[in-house]
């Protein structure tokens, strides 16, 4: 069975500083996604960052970028020049296969909080 | 991306009744969508797999006769929670995709709170 693991329920961070969060995976199937989402106060789900478990190089997006250790099952996401604006609750998250059709299971994220 | 467009955003209700969540696709096509819950201060819970056209998939300990899925249309998903109680108050969220590799686009939520 599917599971991820986010082992920081809290992390305090310095305006500008760069911020690793941690997320580590189990699965048998060779063929999965990991995402990260950010969640504000306000609920929505924002979508930050992708990685193919097929995928050579590590995924990145402007200031994010994900840290995929596959022999470890590690599947970290770097934030580099944290603003005031990326406190909120992060999730790590994974799909079984490929197809949009699969469910997506959750981490138990981790609140971040940036200081001035 | 895609845009999943989710009503109401907030709901009280009193116990005992139902409430009707809608979920809508509005720029795709979603064969499947899926229904979340979450719990203050922690993680999002798969509840249920919406699937047009047929039946819904629930996990494990998710009452099917509770929460209500129907998925008429490609564009169309709604969980009603039948007899709501106090502690069916949450953050109902709902998700979909479409193709290959992509994100999943997720609703804006439903606060619900049952008195």
């Known amino acids: 069975a599917q599971k991820i693991t986010q082992t920081q329920p809290g992390m305090f961070v310095q305006e500008k500083e760069a911020v690793t969060l941690d997320c580590t995976y189990d699965?048998?199937?060779?063929?999965?996604?990991l995402f990260w989402y950010k969640q504000p106060s306000s609920g929505e789900m924002i979508f930050l960052i992708y990685?193919?478990?097929?995928?050579?190089q590590n995924a990145t997006e402007g200031r994010y970028s994900l840290n995929f250790q596959k022999a470890r099952k590690s599947a970290n996401l770097v934030i580099s020049a944290s603003q005031l604006g990326d406190s909120a609750m992060y999730f790590c998250?994974?799909?079984?296969?490929?197809?949009?059709?699969?469910?997506?299971?959750f981490g138990s994220g981790t609140r971040l909080s940036i200081r001035p | 991306g895609a845009v999943v467009s989710q009503h109401p955003s907030r709901v009280i209700c009193k116990s005992g009744t139902s409430v009707k969540i809608e979920c809508r696709s509005l720029?795709?096509?979603?064969?499947?969508m899926f229904w979340y819950r979450q719990f203050p201060k922690q993680s999002l819970m798969l509840m249920a797999t919406?699937?047009?056209?047929?039946?819904?998939?629930?996990e494990q300990g998710v009452e099917k006769d509770k929460f209500l899925i129907n998925h008429a249309s490609l564009t169309l998903s709604t969980l009603t929670v039948t007899s709501a109680h106090p502690e069916d108050s949450s953050f109902y969220i709902c998700?979909?995709?479409?193709?290959?590799?992509?994100?999943?686009?997720f609703g804006q939520g439903t606060r619900l709170t049952v008195v």
């Open positions: 998250a994974m799909r079984e296969g490929y197809s949009s059709a699969s469910k997506i299971i």
């Open positions: 699965t048998s199937d060779p063929s999965y996604g």
């Open positions: 990685q193919g478990s097929y995928d050579q």
């Open positions: 720029d795709f096509q979603a064969t499947t």
């Open positions: 919406s699937n047009e056209g047929s039946k819904a998939t629930y």
């Open positions: 998700s979909g995709g479409v193709g290959m590799n992509t994100e999943a686009f």
